[in-house]
């Protein structure tokens, strides 16, 4: 299955994103606003970057089955940031040189990224709203809970339509996966414009 092959030569990878986006710190309760700021910004500069780009240039006949349009998470990552009253750059003008566009298997490997950032979503936003240093913000989380209770449905789905690629095109598949892995793993937060305001509490 390519999502098991994509899995194990990005796991590495996944426990260093895990460090990065404050997982244990979620999960414990401990997670300050920085923090969530910041896993904000790496989502959102990610999904500028990118989004756009792999959901146009997929085959219309993926862009159907994976019903592509209910898929778009920025506007989620905006509305987070709204609540916080905190504003972001635009989307990139250009297609970043780390991803591959040139076929469907490529784009769905970095998708394959993006999608499996929200399978948890639902658990890590049951977290974060009884966590006692986020309640003040009454925060709804958005991002997190984009697919809503039809989650585990889209990844199945995806899933289907990824481990569909046939074998000799896994390489470019695995390939754009370990790049988009390697950028958030790597993103520096702080050079992103961003101009932060608490919210009235």
Not at 16 to 45: A, C
Not at 81 to 86: A, D, G, L, T
Request: proline share 3%.
């Amino acid at each position: 299955m390519l999502h098991e092959k994509i899995k194990q030569a990005t796991a590495y990878l996944h426990d260093q994103l895990e460090q990065k986006m404050f997982v244990g710190q979620i999960m414990d309760g401990s997670l300050t606003f920085e923090q969530y700021h910041n896993i904000l910004m790496v989502n959102y500069t990610t999904h500028a970057a990118v989004e756009d780009f792999l959901f146009t240039h997929l085959s219309d006949e993926l862009r159907r089955k994976l019903d592509i349009e209910n898929r778009v998470k920025l506007p989620a990552l905006l509305r987070d940031f709204e609540e916080i009253n905190s504003t972001v750059s635009n989307n990139s003008a250009e297609a970043p040189e780390y991803i591959d566009l040139s076929s469907d298997a490529a784009i769905l490997g970095a998708m394959y990224v993006l999608e499996g950032s929200t399978l948890g979503g639902n658990v890590i936003a049951k977290r974060l709203k009884t966590n006692e240093q986020l309640l003040p913000y009454n925060l709804n989380y958005h991002y997190y809970q984009v697919y809503g209770d039809q989650l585990g449905l889209k990844w199945k789905q995806f899933l289907e339509v990824l481990n569909a690629i046939p074998e000799n095109e896994h390489e470019a598949a695995i390939k754009n996966a370990v790049n988009l892995f390697e950028h958030m793993a790597t993103t520096e937060v702080a050079s992103t414009t961003v101009i932060l305001v608490p919210p009235e509490v």
